[in-house]
Structure formats: C-alpha cells, structure tokens
C-alpha cells in the first residue's frame, strides 16, 4: 500500500488555522458525541487537543490524545498549559495505526474518537482496527471526517469549483482520500464493530451571521496553503488560485452568500461477545 502524507503541514499558520476551526466546530461535535461522566476517553490524531480537553472536561477524567506531529503536540501543550487544563490531557506521539498503548490499556477505554484522520492515512481500517483494540466491550467508536464534495458556496464565486477540484485532487497525490466522509460505517463494520448511528454536522453560515467572515477565511487558508502545491502538480496555477481567494474574499460581501457542508460523524458500539 502506497504511504501516504500529511496534506495540510503544521507550519504556525496553520496551526493557526486549526485552531480557529475548533472554535467553529467543536460544540456541534461535543453535542453529538456526548461524552458522559466518568467515561475514560481516548483522542486518536488529536492535532492541538482542544475538543479532547474538552472532552475531558465533559468526563470528569483525564483523557489520553494521541498524534503523530511534534509540532502539534508542542503547540497543544502550550494551548492546554495557557489554559491551566494541563492535567486535563495524557498527550501522547504515536502513529494512529500503533497507538502507544500500554497492553493494559487496550480494552479500557470507553468512547475512542477520530476526527479528520482516516482521510489522511493510507488504511483506514487499520486505524479503526486499532481503535477498536482500545474500547472495552460495548463502548464506543466516533468518526469524524470529510467528504469534499459536499462544499457548496452559493451563488458560487467566479474560480471556486475549479480550485476546490484541483485541492482535492492533491488528496491522491498524498496518498489520503477527499471523499473518506460517505464510507465511515462501512470501515467501521469492516474493522468488526457496529455501526449505529450516523449523521451530518452542519458546518457553514450565511453573510447574515458575524462568524461568516471566519468560515471564509478558514476555506481561503485552505488553498492559499495549497497553493504552491496545486501548481507544481501542473493541477492550478499559483495565479489562478489568488485570484479565486480574492473572488471568494470579495463573496464574502454579498448579503446572500452562504457556506453548505456537513462533517460526516459515524459511531458504532464495540461487540459484548469479543
């Protein structure tokens, strides 16, 4: 199997970038994974841990957020120490498909949560595997991912669906997959846990609303990113990519503008009997 690489880097813009998204989306995902008391939890690819310190918050007990990324983990731990929630996270580097896991630990956990991960590794089902290794019987899987196709601006601003094609197709290029989000219960069946539950969680805004100038600019971060990446591939040309940043940017201004995508979110159970 082809390896596969990180798409989006950890330089401190994006860093940056990333924190921003989890103000945007981490209450509708709090909501809808619903952490009870007491429940120990595990965060596989936690990048800057904000939702798993908030998840923790949520339990009651220390949660352990494992990632691959020095530099993520380095800048989650500044953002936990700032907070004074130090305690609240056993961070850990690790790989998602070996998770650094005392044989102890494996089968202690009751809700292992991924988000935005399987689309960035070469085998999901490895991962989830993995995940699986983690809960006890009866616990919980939660998957959160990406399904690309399902951005939608209306009205569209001049460039933005031939640049949003062209950024997905670097997904193949890294070996990761831009439409992950629609096949979540089939992995998660596949890995021999019980999909139960699936929804979308709506991550947009219209031109009406004061955060709409931050889902823009997260979508602008996006292929500025991108950008240089795009055009060595031969897939956009640098050029071509600021123009339609500044097209959206200007979009921003338009009282009828909004922003339509919904993250894929999957649970399942894990089985009693194994």
């Not at 070996?98 to 991924?114: I, M, T, V």
């Not at 846990?193 to 219209?206: E, K, Y």
């Not at 292929?223 to 031969?234: F, I, V």
């Not at 500044?246 to 995508?261: D, S, T």
Request: some cysteine; proline content about 4%; aromatic content about 6%.
């Amino acid at each position: 199997m082809a390896p596969s690489t990180y798409i989006h880097g950890t330089d401190p813009a994006e860093q940056d970038r990333l924190s921003r998204l989890n103000d945007l989306l981490n209450d509708a995902a709090l909501e809808q994974i619903a952490v009870a008391p007491g429940e120990r939890v595990l965060d596989v690819g936690c990048g800057l841990a904000q939702l798993t310190r908030a998840m923790a918050r949520a339990s009651g007990r220390r949660a352990v957020g494992v990632e691959k990324s020095r530099p993520q983990l380095a800048r989650a731990l500044r953002i936990a120490a700032d907070a004074g929630e130090t305690e609240l996270v056993d961070l850990r580097e690790g790989d998602a498909a070996a998770l650094p896991l005392a044989s102890d630990e494996r089968g202690s956990f009751d809700l292992a949560h991924a988000r935005f991960v399987l689309e960035h590794v070469a085998d999901p089902a490895a991962v989830v595997r993995e995940m699986q290794s983690a809960v006890r019987p009866g616990g919980r899987i939660v998957l959160e991912d990406d399904d690309h196709e399902r951005m939608c601006l209306w009205p569209e601003p001049p460039g933005f669906s031939a640049v949003w094609r062209a950024y997905m197709r670097l997904y193949d290029r890294h070996g990761n997959d831009a439409i992950v989000g629609r096949r979540l219960t089939q992995i998660l069946a596949a890995a021999g846990a019980r999909p139960v539950r699936n929804t979308l969680l709506f991550f947009g805004s219209c031109a009406g609303r004061d955060d709409f100038s931050l889902y823009v600019e997260n979508l602008a971060g996006i292929l500025l990113q991108a950008r240089d990446e795009m055009a060595a591939a031969g897939f956009f040309e640098a050029t071509a990519t600021v123009r339609a940043v500044e097209e959206l940017r200007a979009w921003a201004g338009n009282p009828g503008g909004a922003i339509w995508y919904g993250v894929a979110w999957a649970e399942a159970v894990v089985d009693l009997s194994r």
